[in-house]
T-cell receptor, first 117, second 110 residues
Framework: GAGVSQSPSNKVTEKGKDVELRCDPI?????LYWYRQSLGQGLEFLIY????????KSGLPSDRFSAERTGGSVSTLTIQRTQQEDSAVYLC???????????????FGAGSRLTVL | DAKTTQPPSMDCAEGRAANLPCNHS???????VYWYRQIHSQGPQYIIH???NNETNEMASLIITEDRKSSTLILPHATLRDTAVYYC???????????FGTGTRLTIIP
């Protein structure tokens, strides 16, 4: 697609429920990143995919968080047993791969705003 | 990745050039300087990047000092829509997590 698409744009859920957030990257971008941003805070890295594998999961805050990517395209971030502190905007980005400098040119989606009541 | 230092906030009058500085004194020879910005409630947006030569695109200009220890992002004619947090990131050309620091909050004054 023309840009990075994320869905849902807004999600309100009750504490303890599971949620799935979806990211559809730019066609041809094999690198995909998830970040989150709590209200008034900075960007927090969660996980990075190269194709379908995740070489860096270092930012996932707990084992309640998981992500997968299939077909080298769409990625899903799953949060199990949501807690109020999970409330944040979850941002997905994609970029080209390879050794060129554009590997660090990330295109971000509009984000999914998660509110846990 | 080399550490970067940016002022926490700056103001600029609308229509004037906004000059945002970034110090990266420990930059290594294969590290690029990248600039992003984040307008309130939106995802970060890539602006420009460079290695050692000055760069210009439709959004901004990037001036890198000869010793590469600092750089300046220039928005030539700032508008109210340029109010955002601007991030300077230094890293090698490799797919890995990109770490966004605290950046500079630029406010364009009418």
């Amino acid at each position: 697609g023309a840009g990075v698409s994320q869905s849902p744009s807004n999600k309100v859920t009750e504490k303890g429920k599971d949620v799935e957030l979806r990211c559809d990257p730019i066609s041809g971008h094999t690198a995909l990143y998830w970040y989150r941003q709590s209200l008034g805070q900075g960007l927090e890295f969660l996980i990075y995919f190269q194709g379908n594998s995740a070489p860096d999961k270092s930012g996932l805050p707990s084992d309640r968080f998981s992500a997968e990517r299939t077909g080298g395209s769409v990625s899903t971030l799953t949060i199990q047993r949501t807690q109020q502190e999970d409330s944040a905007v979850y941002l997905c980005a994609s970029s080209l791969s390879g050794g060129g400098s554009r590997a660090n040119v990330l295109t971000f989606g509009a984000g999914s705003r998660l509110t846990v009541l | 990745d080399a550490k970067t230092t940016q002022p926490p906030s700056m103001d600029c009058a609308e229509g004037r050039a906004a000059n945002l500085p970034c110090n990266h004194s420990t930059i290594s020879g294969n590290e690029y300087v990248y600039w992003y910005r984040q307008i309130h409630s939106q995802g970060p947006q890539y602006i420009i990047h460079g290695l050692k030569n000055n760069e210009t695109n439709e959004m901004a200009s990037l001036i890198i000092t000869e010793d590469r220890k600092s750089s300046t992002l220039i928005l030539p004619h700032a508008t109210l829509r340029d109010t955002a947090v601007y991030y300077c990131i230094v890293r090698v050309a490799r797919n890995e997590k990109l770490t966004f620091g605290t950046g500079t909050r630029l406010t364009i004054i009418p």
